[in-house]
């Protein structure tokens, strides 16, 4: 079964760092999203990306987040400048287009990022 | 904004018996309610989903229940078993494909 591939596991960084969060949709999938869980915390959204362009994006993802599909298959997740409050789970998840009521969401792993 | 709240945050039941997670959700335009199950180190895998023309589905062991009107669904998982251990996330959405709003996660653990 084709599956949503978030690479790495497992980033450290260091706080003021640029980290760049990497993830491999589906391929015949066209709807991207990030979402983020901070330890002990709801999942919440972060962005969603289609046709090259943000669709929607939460007051989280402020102008220190940026996402991009430099190529066919991935789909990044950019943090200029890391703060030590950004420590947490980040998933990402791609559907397919068409029908919108028919469609639903697949998930990566996740990347853990821990900002020290 | 929509916010989902969900009940309880673990559950311990006994391998054969039933297990039962509610959520509630405050957007009455949510119209999709799709459940998760993560197993640890895993990702999130959806098992069932419920739209809001549907009081009620079911697949297998698993159901879910919705009720508009008071705003919340509930999954229900019966004859549960050991491979059942896992975290469940509710979620609300106004279509399948918008962004999901995640309710706090339920640690469901099933003692043999």
């Known amino acids: 079964e084709p599956e949503v591939t978030q690479t790495p596991s497992h980033q450290v960084t260091q706080m003021g760092q640029e980290v760049i969060l990497r993830c491999v949709p589906i391929s015949n999938h066209l709807y991207f999203y990030w979402y983020r869980q901070i330890l002990g915390q709801k999942v919440e959204f972060l962005v969603s990306?289609?046709?090259?362009?943000?669709?929607?994006k939460s007051e989280i993802f402020d102008d220190q987040f940026s996402v991009e599909r430099p190529d066919g298959s991935n789909f990044t997740l950019k943090i200029r400048s890391t703060k030590l409050e950004d420590s947490a789970m980040y998933f990402c998840?791609?559907?397919?287009?068409?029908?919108?009521?028919?469609?639903?969401?697949?998930f990566g792993a996740g990347t853990r990022l821990s900002v020290l | 904004g929509e916010n989902v709240e969900q009940h309880p945050s673990t559950l311990s039941v006994q391998e054969g018996d039933s297990a039962v997670i509610k959520c509630t959700y405050s957007d009455s335009a949510s119209n999709y309610f799709p459940w998760y199950k993560q197993e640890l180190g895993k990702r999130p895998q959806l098992i069932i989903d419920i739209r809001s023309n549907v009081g009620e589905k079911k697949d297998q062991r698993i159901a879910v229940t919705l009720n508009k009107t008071a705003k919340h669904f509930s999954l229900h998982i019966t004859e549960t078993q050991p491979e059942d251990s896992a975290v469940y996330f509710c979620a609300a959405s106004k279509a399948a494909g918008n962004k999901l709003t995640f309710g706090g996660g339920t640690r469901v653990l099933v003692k043999p």
């Open positions: 998840a791609s559907r397919e287009t068409g029908q919108v009521y028919k469609n639903i969401q697949y």
């Open positions: 990306f289609y046709n090259n362009e943000i669709s929607e």
